[in-house]
């Protein structure tokens, strides 16, 4: 399918491309963290097909941030992936952050307050707290528990 025939592609583009800056803003390259990002595109038809996703991941650590949103509904979503054995735990980062008190507003807030640069403002909402709080989140060693 061509690209410019994808009425979501432009907002999955836009999506990634404020992710990745922020990431960049706040981190630095990827590459010195030895971390990956990338844009998911899902395949095929469904209610999640059209969902822009955006994730950083550690593959040493076995974890991973990951942010969607669904623009048929207007959800977002921003959690934290943790390989265990057997599978996977994903942590709200909404609820993480609110429970350690690193903020206290949501998605839903800063989705109100974005205006027309909903995912900039997202991402910086996201990685700025990370930063400034848990950068070391995506390390295998970082306690999520208090």
């Given at each position: 399918m061509d690209p410019s025939e994808d009425s979501y592609f432009p907002t999955q583009l836009e999506f990634g491309d404020a992710f990745?800056?922020?990431?960049?803003?706040f981190f630095g390259d990827e590459k010195d963290l030895q971390y990956e990002l990338y844009d998911l595109?899902?395949?095929?038809?469904?209610?999640?097909?059209?969902?822009?996703?955006f994730s950083i991941r550690n593959p040493l650590g076995a974890r991973s941030l990951v942010f969607r949103f669904d623009p048929d509904?207007?959800?977002?979503?921003?959690?934290?992936?943790?390989?265990?054995?057997?599978g996977e735990e994903?942590?709200?980062?909404?609820?993480?952050f609110q429970k350690q008190g690193f903020s206290e507003i949501g998605?839903?807030?800063?989705?109100?307050?974005?205006?027309?640069?909903?995912?900039?403002?997202?991402?910086?909402h996201y990685l700025g707290t990370i930063f400034s709080h848990c950068p070391r989140i995506l390390e295998a060693d970082y306690k999520l528990e208090p």
């Open positions: 990745r800056s922020a990431f960049h803003e595109k899902p395949e095929g038809s469904g209610p999640k097909a059209k969902w822009a996703t509904s207007g959800s977002f979503y921003a959690m934290l992936k943790v390989q265990v054995i057997p994903d942590w709200s980062l909404d609820s993480f998605s839903a807030e800063v989705q109100n307050a974005a205006g027309e640069w909903l995912f900039h403002s997202l991402a910086r």
